[in-house]
């Protein structure tokens, strides 16, 4: 069946970690691509639906897609994807920065974080790699977009991801990726908030009305009108 849309139109950046250390955890059913096309998946595209964009960060941020309402061109960027270098969340964010000034006015606009670590370069002056990417989210969070920040593994922090999403409600730590699938639904019911209902079925026909009872005599009725 069609997915029913969320209550509002939602655009909805992916921002996916594609540095060396997701090596072993990008390619495969468990990997960060399927997740990602998981994601995608949950929601109905097209039109005043949800839309998505596409960036990946290793030690810089790559574009993969821009605003695109698609599911084959959407996964056709997440396939795009190659694990390899150093890992700057904040790059990952600022590209996202950048599409959200083109977001619709009327939508509801969300963030999706995966990474498997912290950030490791580009730091800002007199702050550490890891202060750099909750500064970089707080710009996000400053234009209205809602953060999530999920993870997986033994090198993310939890109280980073806590920092860098909106509340820490929307951040999630698991040991392993394939984890996180356990949350996409509820992901999706906290985004879409609560769906339209659906349309009413149509009435059925109205059954026609019971024929008259006959007066007790013949009646002869004449109407004079003016």
């Known amino acids: 069946p069609p997915k029913p ?25 468990n990997g960060s691509k399927a997740f990602a096309g998981r994601v995608v998946s949950q929601y ?38 190659v694990a390899d270098g150093q890992t700057s969340i904040s790059d990952g964010f600022q590209a996202a920065g950048q599409l959200f000034a083109d ?23 007199g702050k550490t790699p890891s202060e750099t990417s909750t500064d970089a ?3 996000l969070k400053a234009n209205g977009v809602t953060v999530f920040a999920w993870g997986f593994g033994k090198e993310v922090n939890l109280t980073t991801l806590q920092q860098i ?12 990726l394939n984890e996180l699938n356990n949350y996409l639904a509820g992901l999706e019911a906290t985004i879409c908030n609560e769906s339209p209902p659906p349309s009413a079925p149509p009435l059925p026909p109205s059954a026609p009305p019971p024929p008259k009872p ?13």
């Open 214 to 226: 006959p007066c007790a005599r013949p009646v002869d009725f004449s109407l004079v009108l003016d």
């Open 44 to 81: 109905a595209l097209g039109g005043a639906n949800a839309r998505f964009s596409v960036v990946s960060f290793a030690a810089d941020a790559t574009m993969r897609v821009a605003w695109s309402s698609s599911e084959g061109e959407i996964i056709a960027g997440i396939d795009e994807m």
């Open 5 to 29: 849309p969320c209550a509002r139109p939602v655009d909805f950046s992916l921002v996916l970690d594609e540095s060396g250390s997701m090596q072993n955890h990008v390619e495969g059913a």
């Open 137 to 139: 989210a707080a710009l």
């Open 103 to 125: 977001s619709r006015p009327n939508a509801t606009k969300v963030l999706l974080l995966l990474s498997d670590g912290q950030q490791t370069v580009d730091a800002a002056p």
């Open 165 to 176: 999403a909106t509340d820490p409600s929307k951040a999630l730590l698991t040991p392993d």
